[in-house]
C-alpha cells in the first residue's frame, strides 16, 4: 500500500504498512482501485454521456475513499463493480472502441479474487506516476476533488444539484489520465479550487434553505438522566429523520464532533429532546463513546476503529464502513432508526463528562446582521485582526500549538472558526470585544462558504479591491481531503499568506510546494510566538 492522503500520514511521507488512520493494507489498495475505476467511468463518460445513475455513483464512491470513512473491503469492492458496471454501459451507449480507450477505462474481472489482484497490482497504485511533480499535481487534484465529492453529496442527499460540478469532474478526471503537462495541471488545480467554491455554495444553499440560518445559540455540554442517542459525522438529513423517529420514545439526541453546529439551524430547536453536544473532537470518541453508554451513529468521518467495549454500540450510515458494525436499514429512501432507538432504551444515560456550554451559529447571516457592531469595532480600533483558525483536528501532539495560539492571541483579534479544529480553543473562555464573543464559530467544515460570504462582505464594507487587504490573517490546520477541497477554493479566491499546519501536506512535492509559496505566499506553522508576530504584528 502507499497512502499520503492525510497530514497523520506515516512520517510525514507516507503509510506504506498499515494507515495511521486504521485501514489495512488489503483495504488501501482496493480504495486505490476504486478511484483508478472512477477515473476510468469518468475518461469515458467524458465522451460524452452522464446520467443520473452516474452523477449519484462518482460522489458517493469519491467520499467512500476519505479519511477514515470506510474500511471494510466488501463494501469497497461493491463500489469497485458497481463503477465497472456503469462504465460498460457507457462505452456500449457511445459504441466506443476499447482499443482507443485507457487501461482505467477497460480493466475488468470474473471474480472478486480479479479484483482483490488488480488492487494489489503497481498500476493502480499512486507511485505508478514516476514524476514527482506530474504525481503531486494529480494527487492535490484528486484530493481536492474527493472533498468536493463528499460537499456535493451532501447537497444532493437535500435535494440540491450543479450538473456543471459533475461535468467538472469527469473533464478533470480525465485530463489526470491523460495529461503529463505541468502548467495545465496546476491550472486545473486551481479550477478545482473553483468547483469546490461552486459546491460550497450549493451545500450552503442546501443547509439554510433546508434549515434555515444558523443563530446565536447556547449549547449545553451537560447530560440528562435518561438514556441517549449520538449522532456523529456531518449529515444533516440523517439528523433530521433521528430526531423526528426518537421523539416521544424516552431517549434524548446528543451531537458528537462535527454535528455539533446543527444547534444552530432554528429547524432543529422545535426538538426538546434534542440535548446538547458530548465530548470534543473525532480523534477522542475511543474514550468518549465508551462512557456514552448508549448508540452512536456515524453518519460520515471521522470513524476511529472502534473498540470491542462499545464495538456492539456503533450504528454505520451512507459511506461509512467498518466490518462488524450494523447498518441503518433504509426503506423507501427513507433511515429507519428503530433499532437503534430500542438499543437506546436499554442503556444506561451518559457519564457525564464536562460542565458548561459551547456559544456557536456565527454563519454568514448572523455576523452579517451584526455586521454593523463588527465594522465600528474595527473601525474604533477595538477589533485589530480578525484570524482564520478552521480546518480540522488531529490526534497528534504538535496541534496543542493550536490551543497555545489561542490563548496567547492578543486581546484585541477575533477567531473566525468553523470544522473541529474549533475543538482546541472553542470551550476557552477567551472573553468578548463590545459583546462579540472572541471566537465565532459559523459551523461545520461543510460551512467553510461561510467565512468566504464574511470575508467578501467585509471587503465591500471596507471599501476595499483586494480581499487581502482585510485585516483577516489565515492559520488553518487541516487533516483529510475535505480540508484540500477548502484550501484549494480559498487559493482560487485569491487569498494569499495562509499559514498551513501542523505540517504542509506529504503529496506535495519540493517543486509544487514551492511554486505555492512564490505564488500563493503558503507556509508552515512555526513556533506560536513567531506566527502571532508574523500574522498578527
Ligand atoms: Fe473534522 Fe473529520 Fe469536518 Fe474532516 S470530523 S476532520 S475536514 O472529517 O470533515 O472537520
Ligand atoms: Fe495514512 Fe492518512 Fe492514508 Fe490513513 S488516510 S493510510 S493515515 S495517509
Redesign the pocket.
Known sequence: MFCFQCQEAARNEGCTVRGVCGKDEETANLQDLLVYTIKGLAYVCNKGYLDEEITDYIPKALFTT???VNFDKNDIISYIKRGVELREKVIEKLNLNREELPKQATWTYESDEDIIKMANSDEVRILAEKNEDIRSLKELITYGIKGIGAYLTHAMRLGYNNEEIHKFIIRAFSRLIESEDVDELFNLALETGKYAVETLALLDKANTETYGHPEITEVSLEVRDRPGILISG?DLKDLEELLEQSKGQGVDIYTH??MLPAHYYPFFKKYEHFAGNYGG??WRQTEEFEKFNGPIVMT???LVPPKDSYKDRVYVTNEVGYPGLKRIPEKNGKKDFSEVIEHAKKCKPPTPLEKGKIVGGFAHNQVLALADKIIEAVKSGKIRKFVVMA???GRHKTREYYTEFAKKLPKDTVILTC???KYRFIKLDLGEIDGIPRVLDAG???DSYSLVKIALALKDAFGLEDINDLPIAYNIAW??Q??VAVLLALLYLGVKNIVLGPTLPAFLSENVAKVLVEKFGISQITTVDEDIKRLVG
Do not use: L, P, R, V
Open positions: 476519505i479519511t477514515n456531518h464532533s462535527e473532537s473525532w460520515t468521518n471521522c480546518g480540522c483536528d470544522g473541529c479544529a461545520q467544515c461543510n487533516y483529510e475535505k480540508a
